[in-house]
């Protein structure tokens, strides 16, 4: 019962702070409108057109097909360090965490996700 209770006043404080943080940035935010300071940081040069443009939807598909595959594969990095203290049950389990990855590059490849044209 006593670590109910830790948590829950530590879930209360954090949730207090967090709201404390955001109506502190609300009531310290700068207010005055500006034109300098609502456009756009072009490195120096007067930027010109929308900043919104319109991005190809295969720049999006490789975006998060890298991002699947890069995450996933850092669950393999506990693995590749304790790999001498795991037992043949982990092993198997690696290769079947792989082999799901291969199987979903493949449907990757076979669905011609992977071409720039």
Known sequence: MKELVCLAIFVSVSALL?????????????KKKNPVKESAYECGIVPYGDAKIRFDIKYFNYAVLFLIFDVET??????????????LFALIETFLFVSIL????????????????
């Open 18 to 30: 967090a709201v404390v943080m955001v109506l502190c940035g609300f009531l310290c935010q700068y």
């Open 74 to 87: 850092i669950f393999l990095y506990p693995f590749a360090v304790t790999i001498n203290a795991l037992g």
């Open 102 to 117: 291969l199987l979903g590059l493949f449907f990757v490849i076979r669905r011609k996700m992977l071409r720039w044209i």
